[in-house]
């Protein structure tokens, strides 16, 4: 995919938008047999992701090993490689609930607040990005925690849009810096610098972007500047390229690491009625 080329993004600039508005419900698959998707149901999620770079599933039945199943299906949509992380359990699918574990106290998916719009991994190395995401949910909170969704592909067009710079500034090599992640004076995670837009070898396009303003480093230039903002202000506007959806009990998105986010939650006060998502990053896109 050449985005420089003028002719080919005029028709792709085209087809993207063509495709909204669009009711999350409609790009949700439901499938008959967790243990065994069937090939039209594998095949409808691969029509949405070619199209939207997210789908949405709902196991009919509820799957007896839930961490197991969603990793067959990770795997039948060609999410195979799992990238480590900090909070992973051992088979590397992450448990998100609320929790005080030490070394997770800074980390807010693992509490009941808001979390801003981001991609996954941003902070990963190079060699470690995010291309492909699941997230399965286990149990709804009793309130809130919904996700909020839209198509990396969408904000690329939006902001070349407002103005070409901005493209450019953001594919900047230096565009976006997450300093080290220091806990207790020991370094976990090395200062990470990079662009947000990138095209990875077979030529899609990738993002890294986070809309915290702690923690993140940007470029001192005024296109970088301007372009943050132009984000920032999509996040506080009405947009039909944004999707919103509460991911149910049994049910769970997968994409090629969009723009999310999630709203805050009221959880139930028993332990075991308390949400639960598994999410599993891959280093592949879904497909
Ligand atoms: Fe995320």
Redesign the pocket.
């Known amino acids: 995919m050449n985005l420089w080329d003028e002719d080919f993004y005029q028709i792709w600039r085209e087809q993207k938008l063509a495709l909204y508005p669009v009711n999350p419900n409609d790009l949700l698959v439901e499938i008959q047999d967790a243990a065994t998707p069937r090939p039209a149901e594998l095949q409808q999620l691969s029509f949405y992701l070619a199209r939207y770079n997210f789908a949405l599933y709902r196991f009919i039945k509820p799957p007896k090993a839930p961490k197991q199943q969603v990793h067959q299906l990770a795997q039948s949509i060609s999410l195979k490689t799992l990238a480590h992380n900090l909070c992973a359990d051992v088979d590397s699918l992450t448990a998100i609930q609320v929790t005080q574990h030490q070394g997770q106290h800074d980390y807010i998916?693992y509490t009941d607040k808001k979390?801003s719009w981001?991609?996954?991994g941003y902070y990963n190395a190079p060699d470690e990005q995010i291309h492909g995401?699941l997230l399965h949910c286990a149990r709804p909170a009793l309130q809130g925690g919904e996700t909020q969704l839209m198509d990396h592909e969408l904000a690329y067009l939006l902001l070349r849009d407002a103005n070409p710079e901005y493209i450019h500034a953001l594919q900047h090599p230096e565009a976006f810096t997450i300093p080290a992640n220091i806990l207790e004076g020991k370094v976990i995670r090395p200062a990470q610098t990079g662009p947000v837009f990138s095209f990875n070898a077979e030529g899609s396009l990738h993002m890294r972007y986070s809309a915290r303003q702690k923690n993140v480093l940007w470029r001192d230039d005024p296109s970088t500047q301007a372009a943050t903002q132009f984000l920032l202000n999509l996040w506080e506007q009405e947009s039909v390229y944004k999707l919103r959806y509460t991911l149910q009990a049994g049910e769970g998105l997968i994409c090629n690491n969009v723009l999310?986010c999630r709203t805050a939650f009221v959880d139930a006060e028993e332990p075991e009625k308390k949400r639960l998502l598994y999410?599993g990053r891959y280093l592949e896109r879904a497909n």
Do not use: S, Y
């Open positions: 998916p979390l981001h991609t996954d995401m999310h999410r």
